[in-house]
């Protein structure tokens, strides 16, 4: 059986400049592409070395999407779960959903778009 990955979620938001920084915050990431996109549309891709996120534009307000319409959320991963904490709330953005589990530790927040993420940690 072939083994995979995933390498990247491709997602619109409003305003990708804001995006991109946040998650180069959030996880250390840096910018690995920009250009052009359809519908006269912008992608930056912000990441690391195998996986990234997708952030295109096509210059609409996107705010107010409803959970689960198309997507229910995108898991992130992180070493310091308070550390990113701190960023989700210094960006302005409210963490809820605060849960300890086993294997982890995790909480959730929406972006400026509407965009459901949970935040995780296994240490």
């Given at each position: 059986m072939a083994k995979g990955r995933i390498e990247h979620v491709n997602l619109t938001v409003t305003d990708i400049e804001r995006s991109a920084r946040f998650f180069s915050d959030l996880l250390g990431w840096h910018q690995r592409w920009r250009g052009e996109?359809?519908?006269?549309?912008?992608t930056?891709?912000?990441?690391?070395?195998?996986?990234y996120l997708a952030l295109y534009t096509d210059r609409e307000d996107h705010a107010g999407q409803k959970k689960g319409r198309p997507m229910?959320?995108?898991?992130?991963?992180v070493d310091d779960l308070d550390a990113a904490e701190s960023v989700v709330k210094a960006a302005g953005l409210e963490p809820w959903g605060h849960d300890d589990?086993?294997?982890?530790?995790?909480?959730?927040?929406f972006d400026w778009d509407g965009i459901e993420f949970e935040v995780v940690s296994y240490v």
């Open positions: 996109a359809m519908n006269g549309g912008e930056i891709h912000v990441g690391e070395d195998v996986t229910n959320h995108v898991g992130l991963l589990y086993d294997p982890g530790r995790r909480f959730y927040f």
